[in-house]
Nanobody, 119 residues
């Protein structure tokens, strides 16, 4: 079982920056993908930045050029650097790991961290 714990959210002014962290604990047997999602009030959860194992990294059009996903394998931590933040980036941000175990896809989610961008 994988446990994910996000941190780094908070209140920031428009144009500011934040870096979210996601500490990954537990065993990952066969990583399929990892990434960050967000959910704004009244909206569905949407992908923000996702990295496919051995493949590409994809960003939502709304964050391209402003957000960057990275992983520090030595620290078992995933990051989301968010620059030039806008009020529409306000949401709860979740980190996500998708792995394959005995032929099944297993999703793991963090508890979420609130990001609020004031205008």
């Amino acid at each position: 079982q994988v446990q994910l714990v996000e941190s780094g959210g908070g209140l920031v002014q428009s144009g500011g920056s934040l870096r979210l962290s996601c500490a990954i604990a537990g065993s990952i047997f066969s990583l399929n993908a990892l990434g960050w999602y967000r959910q704004a009030p009244g909206k569905e959860r949407e992908p923000v930045a996702t990295h496919i194992s051995g493949g590409s990294t994809n960003y939502a059009d709304s964050v391209k050029g402003r957000f960057t996903i990275s992983v520090d394998n030595a620290k078992n931590t995933m990051y989301l650097q968010m620059n030039s933040l806008k009020p529409e980036d306000t949401a709860v941000y979740y980190c996500h790991v998708d792995q394959i175990y005995l032929g099944d896809y297993i999703d793991s989610w963090g508890q979420g961290t609130q990001v609020t961008v004031s205008s």
